[in-house]
């Protein structure tokens, strides 16, 4: 029989330590099952698993020990620094909710943690060290990651004592320093929790209220209004500042919802009158020159069950205002040329940064359409009625632009902080984000300072020596030409300021291919 004894032994550090406890124990006929050796500053901690036999007697074995020079304690563990490591990781790998599975060289199960016991039918059952090819569920495709090739998101099903399952796995070859395969490990994601988690993070181009970052009161009230009348039919309007969120919140406001329908949005500013009539209300076939053969279906009918929101209403022509106002009155649509009334069953959002107040006085409103829309209204809070946000801000955007960028983790130097925080923010916290993605492509370190923040004026002053009006040569050379040159001029100063073209892209707010194509078309003159 075995017995055991852990330890931790406090040296001053010198050398030849665990040659000096080596000897000892041999002469001792006792065993090192486990030796680990820390030093810091001028200690030697060693730890230690003695294993002797029953006959193994252990208060002479310590009298022994503590014979050793420059040994200063001697204690007995409980469990030794490695086993705690080991439960550490356990627990870690236990809380995922994937499953995973690593083997050795051997194909022997080395780690497994609690979702991939399930998935393999081996619910607390002690796996470690077993061969994979004796599990119930034996996985060849991990056992040919040994031999190097890998597999990414393939579906797998499975029928174990636990149930059927389906799932995603992906495994790859685990090497050494010296890049020899070790061994393998294979996660598996369940697919029914990928498909819960699909609905949860919204599809793309869709927010929750979860995306709108902020503490402030200001942002929190706003929310709390907005999520209480996300669920009903009432038609909301959201009003504030340019950049403040608006269609944010409507599209959080849709989410919320749980309609079972698209979020459309339509921006009353970006089309002409009979454009913004054909694209709202659709039109039948014939219904005016240049109109497709078979009609089309309005952004209302396009809606359906969904949410259809109006940006920037207050650019709503007065004729258009007035179609609208029937629409919200009797819930129904007719298509352009057309008589067959359309039930609309979409929920409408209005923004606008507008005083629509002030509109209607003017008359450049109508009174009773302002009524209609104006029933929930919400304020999205402007960025300096919230300072408090600012720092959460720039932290979410770092965090989503540094995984971007590819980047290593960065964060504002105190001063850069100190001067966002100065700043009026009249872009809200569309310029913020401006400023931050900015900022963090200028900065080489992971310590952004405040020079690389360019705050309003700021920005065109980094971009030195804007050219020159010449009222003569406005007066002679056509506006193209002249747009040309700032454009040549701007895309060299950028060029300049960053380290490649795709930085340069991102500096100027375009994409690397329209700055290729750009450089391209200028050619030898941009330097
Ligand atoms: N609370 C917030 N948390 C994180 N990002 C936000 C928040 N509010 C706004 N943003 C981001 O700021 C930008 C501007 O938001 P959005 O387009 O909704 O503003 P807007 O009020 O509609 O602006 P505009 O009046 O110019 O149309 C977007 O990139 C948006 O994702
Ligand atoms: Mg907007």
């Known amino acids: ?39 810091r500053a001028d200690q030697a901690i060693i730890y230690l698993d003695a294993e002797g036999s029953q006959d193994t007697d252990w208060e002479f074995f310590l ?40 083997i050795d060289s051997q194909g ?31 996985d060849q495709r991990l056992e040919k990651c040994l031999t190097g090739e890998s597999f990414t998101n393939v579906k797998k099903n499975l029928i174990a004592p636990g149930g059927r399952f389906q799932f995603l796995a992906t495994g790859k070859p685990i090497r050494d320093a010296a890049g020899r395969i070790v061994g393998a490990v294979e996660i598996m994601k369940d ?65 919320e919802s749980g309609r079972n329908g698209p979020f459309v949005p339509i921006n009353c500013a970006a089309l002409p009158e009979n454009l913004l009539e054909s694209e709202l209300f659709g039109y039948v076939g014939g219904a005016f020159s240049g109109a497709q053969k078979d009609g089309k279906a309005g952004l209302f009918e396009v809606a ?18 007035a179609k609208m106002l029937r629409v919200l009155q009797e819930k129904k649509v007719r298509r352009i040329g057309g008589s067959k009334e359309i039930p609309v069953n979409a929920r409408i ?18 009174e009773d359409l302002y009524y209609r829309i104006c029933v929930f ?40 902080m100190e001067k966002l925080l100065r700043y009026p923010w009249p872009g809200n916290i569309r310029e913020l984000k401006n400023v931050i993605e900015r900022a963090a492509i200028l900065s080489d370190s992971p310590r952004i300072e405040s020079e690389y923040i360019l705050l309003g004026k700021e920005v065109g002053r980094a971009i030195q020596g804007t050219p020159e009006i010449d009222t003569g040569e406005l007066a002679t050379t056509p506006l193209p030409t002249l747009i040309e040159r700032w454009e040549k ?29 750009r450089l391209k078309k200028y050619g030898p003159d941009l330097d």
């Open 1 to 39: 029989m075995k017995s055991n004894l852990k330890l931790q032994l406090i040296f001053t550090d010198r050398v030849g330590i665990a040659a000096d406890v080596a000897s000892l124990l041999s002469r001792q006929g006792v065993n090192i099952a486990f030796f680990e050796m820390d030093v």
């Open 63 to 102: 009298d022994q020990l503590r014979t050793l020079a420059d040994l200063k304690e001697v204690s007995t563990i409980e469990t030794l620094p490695q086993e705690e490591r080991a439960k550490r990781l356990q627990v870690a790998l236990d809380s995922i909710g994937d499953g995973i599975l690593g």
């Open 108 to 138: 022997n199960v080395a780690i497994i943690n609690r979702v991939a016991k399930h998935i393999l039918g081996c619910d607390g059952r002690e796996v470690t060290g077993t061969n994979i090819r004796e599990l119930d569920q034996a």
């Open 191 to 255: 697919m029914e929790e990928l498909k819960e988690l699909s609905t949860v993070v919204a599809p793309s181009g869709q927010f929750s209220f979860s995306d709108m970052i902020g503490r402030s009161p200001a942002l929190t009230e706003a929310i709390t209004f907005a999520q209480k009348i996300a669920r009903t039919d009432a038609v909301v309007s959201i009003y504030g500042e340019s950049g403040t969120g608006k269609e944010l919140f409507a599209s959080a406001i849709h989410t």
């Open 304 to 321: 359906g069950k969904g949410t259809l929101f109006l940006d920037e209403i207050a650019e709503m022509p007065l004729p258009l205002q």
């Open 349 to 366: 959002i209005t923004a606008t940064n507008k005083n629509l107040a002030e509109m209607v006085e003017k008359k450049l409103f109508r």
């Open 377 to 416: 209204p919400i304020y999205a809070p402007p960025l300096r009625e919230r300072q408090e946000d600012i720092s959460l801000l720039v932290e979410h955007f770092l965090f989503h632009l540094n995984s971007r960028l590819e980047k290593n983790w960065q964060s504002l130097a105190p001063e850069a």
């Open 489 to 517: 001029h701007y895309i060299s100063a950028a060029l300049k300021q960053t380290r490649s073209k795709r930085q340069a892209a991102r500096f100027l707010g375009i994409t690397h291919t329209a700055l290729i194509n």
